[in-house]
């Protein structure tokens, strides 16, 4: 049965052949009928990626929740803007991992067949990179260690199958085939969605102000609305993260990542179905790419989309971000294209930037935060690779809160690691 079978089959909610705007529009005008109220069992601080995630877990066991959201839900000042993000299983970043990945990757069914709206896209991923590059060596060993297949090409059999990669003759040519992207738009205004049916109230363009623990052991929270209560808070501000956590400030680095869609020389060669997701490890520069996707399906922007991973530009201040993109950023992406894809630049179509949060060592940080009991939670530093975890983010950080525990193991995210 192919996968779209599958959801159609299963579909629950009838937004399945919502378009990319309509979905929008629906979650929006049900955001401004919600009637909100002063008290909460637990407030969601940011309701992007891992916030959207968190609401929806929250009022799926049934609590009172609010979600603030200072911009509108989605939106591209944070990081989740931008079409597709790459989800696979043999964590490169350490296997560790794998064990949030698979229980991500039920999550990620469950909402599809909940709303019956396609999230996740099986394309398949490349991995390519020199003989001893340390990131493709932990790619194998999680594959090992977790039993998940990855194929390791010949050149002829890379040149046959992906023939529009041009690499030197000694790399690594590793393919994960149950690999492939996330929608980070239409997810999070699914799990939005989906929170308030179950009764969450979210509001948008509420910024929050302050925060306070009582010593009751509640939480006041101010934004430029109003002031609310709750026993609970769970802090999700992504870039903001330091603003209204000034004791993790110094644990974290916002850079500034440029993206680019550009025309490729042969179009036909790069669409989906066609080209897979990639990653390419160029000595000290990691490059990742999706194929071109259809506008009709998943908006814009059109084109060949590509990026520098690592490393990005260091800024401070995620209110005063440059967010013009500089002929630096794009002379990298087109030497990329040249040197290793030389069908896949002909011209630029748009260049856009993100946001990364990064954490000391690139690693998550999810924990209590330090002198409020455990009323407090939060979820930061992903580091440019949160966003396929997005969905097993929500259900740890909604059991920390509530019950007080996670059967998941993430105590190698805890930020008792720095001190
Ligand atoms: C260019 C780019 C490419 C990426 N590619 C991938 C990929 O391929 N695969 C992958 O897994 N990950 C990828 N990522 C990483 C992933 O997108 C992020 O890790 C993830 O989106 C982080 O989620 P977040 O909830 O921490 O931040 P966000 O999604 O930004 O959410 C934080 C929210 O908090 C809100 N907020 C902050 N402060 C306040 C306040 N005071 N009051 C109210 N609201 C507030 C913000 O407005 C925002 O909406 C990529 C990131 C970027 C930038």
């Known amino acids: 049965m192919k996968r779209r079978d599958f959801i159609i089959k299963t579909s629950g909610i009838a937004v399945a052949s919502l378009s990319y705007p309509q979905l929008y529009a629906n979650v929006n005008r049900q955001i401004e009928s919600n009637s909100h109220q002063a008290n909460y069992d637990v407030i969601v601080l940011g309701v992007g990626s891992?916030?959207?995630?968190?609401?929806?877990?929250?009022?799926?066991?049934?609590?009172?929740?609010?979600?603030?959201?200072?911009?509108?839900?989605?939106?591209?000042?944070?990081?989740?803007?931008?079409?597709?993000?790459?989800?696979?299983?043999?964590?490169?970043?350490?296997?560790?991992?794998?064990?949030l990945l698979e229980r991500a990757y039920t999550n990620w069914q469950t909402l599809e067949s909940?709303?019956?709206?396609?999230?996740?896209?099986?394309?398949?991923?490349?991995?390519?990179?020199?003989?001893?590059?340390?990131?493709?060596?932990?790619?194998?060993?999680?594959?090992?260690?977790?039993?998940?297949?990855?194929?390791?090409?010949?050149?002829?059999?890379?040149?046959?199958?992906?023939?529009?990669?041009?690499?030197?003759?000694?790399?690594?040519?590793?393919?994960?085939?149950?690999?492939?992207?996330?929608?980070?738009?239409?997810?999070?205004?699914?799990?939005?969605?989906?929170?308030?049916?179950?009764?969450?109230?979210?509001?948008?363009?509420?910024?929050?102000?302050?925060?306070?623990?009582?010593?009751?052991?509640?939480?006041?929270?101010?934004?430029?609305?109003?002031?609310?209560?709750?026993?609970?808070?769970?802090?999700?501000?992504?870039?903001?993260?330091?603003?209204?956590?000034?004791?993790?400030?110094?644990?974290l680095t916002i850079t500034r990542q440029a993206v680019a869609w550009v025309k490729p020389r042969n179009w036909d060669k790069f669409t989906l179905g066609k080209f897979p997701c990639w990653i390419l490890e160029d000595k000290d520069h990691d490059f990742y790419g999706f194929p071109i996707l259809p506008v009709g399906t998943f908006a814009g922007p059109l084109g060949l989309k590509l990026a520098l991973h690592y490393p990005g530009a260091d800024t401070t201040d995620p209110d005063q971000v440059n967010r013009n993109t500089k002929e630096s950023d794009e002379k990298i992406l087109i030497d990329f294209l040249n040197k290793f894809m030389p069908d896949g630049y002909e011209n630029t179509l748009v260049m856009k930037t993100c946001l990364y949060t990064n954490s000391p060592d690139h690693d998550f940080i999810i924990d209590y935060l330090s002198g409020f009991n455990k009323d407090i939670?939060?979820?930061?530093?992903?580091?440019?690779?949160?966003?396929?975890?997005?969905?097993?983010?929500?259900?740890?950080?909604?059991?920390?809160?509530?019950?007080?525990?996670?059967?998941l193991p993430v105590d190698f995210l805890s930020a008792k690691r720095f001190g």
């Open 50 to 99: 891992m916030g959207s995630s968190a609401c929806y877990h929250l009022a799926n066991s049934g609590y009172k929740v609010l979600g603030l959201e200072q911009f509108d839900i989605p939106h591209d000042l944070g990081s989740h803007a931008g079409q597709s993000r790459i989800i696979r299983k043999a964590y490169g970043e350490g296997s560790d991992y794998v064990p």
């Open 377 to 407: 939670v939060f979820a930061t530093g992903f580091s440019g690779h949160g966003f396929k975890f997005v969905s097993v983010v929500g259900e740890i950080l909604a059991d920390l809160a509530m019950e007080g525990s996670t059967q």
């Open 114 to 251: 909940e709303t019956g709206s396609q999230v996740y896209y099986k394309t398949g991923l490349t991995y390519f990179g020199a003989p001893d590059d340390p990131f493709l060596k932990t790619v194998k060993g999680s594959s090992r260690k977790y039993k998940i297949p990855i194929n390791d090409l010949t050149v002829e059999e890379c040149d046959r199958k992906y023939p529009q990669f041009k690499l030197p003759p000694n790399f690594q040519r590793l393919e994960e085939t149950e690999a492939g992207f996330i929608t980070p738009e239409r997810s999070i205004l699914l799990y939005v969605q989906q929170a308030v049916l179950k009764g969450a109230v979210i509001r948008t363009k509420e910024k929050v102000h302050e925060w306070k623990h009582e010593s009751s052991g509640s939480v006041t929270v101010v934004t430029n609305k109003g002031t609310y209560k709750a026993g609970k808070l769970i802090i999700t501000a992504g870039p903001w993260a330091g603003k209204v956590m000034p004791s993790l400030i110094s644990k």
